[in-house]
């Protein structure tokens, strides 16, 4: 099990961006599938982003493709969520997760309550 911690949220116009880190700590962290979700007031947390263990494969949600990159950091135990085009649906409290083994697409449709380790997530306010 990992501990993470969320950080880079705040305010942005439409259009504009925001990179979005997520620090790790724990000694297996290369082994673990990690993946960005996010939650906005009134609704249940979705799916983001995903990347695999060894950083090869990525997988998306609809919403966001084309706009927003998930990358890691092994060597530093960080993940990064960078968003462009940002949009005012865009704005909910992003959460940082982590599933040991999992390949990145499972983190789309795996439920939430299996997911190993979560972040206490940052806020991302996007203005029109």
């Known amino acids: 099990q990992v501990q993470l911690v969320e950080s880079g949220g705040g305010l942005a116009q439409a259009g504009g961006s925001l990179r979005l880190s997520c620090a790790a700590s724990?000694?297996?962290?290369?082994?673990?599938?990690m993946g960005w979700f996010r939650q906005a007031p009134g609704k249940e947390r979705e799916f983001v982003a995903a990347?695999?263990?060894?950083?090869?494969?990525?997988y998306y949600a609809d919403s966001v493709k084309g706009r927003f990159t998930i990358s890691r950091d092994n060597a530093k135990n960080t993940v990064y969520l960078q968003m462009s085009s940002l949009k005012p649906e865009d704005t909910a409290v992003y959460y940082c997760?982590?599933?040991?083994?999992?390949?990145?697409?499972?983190?789309?449709?795996?439920?939430?309550?299996?997911?190993?380790?979560w972040g206490q997530g940052t806020q991302v306010t996007v203005s029109s």
């Open positions: 724990g000694r297996t962290f290369s082994t673990y599938a």
């Open positions: 997760a982590a599933d040991r083994y999992r390949a990145a697409q499972g983190m789309g449709t795996i439920p939430l309550a299996a997911i190993d380790s």
């Open positions: 990347i695999s263990w060894s950083g090869g494969t990525t």
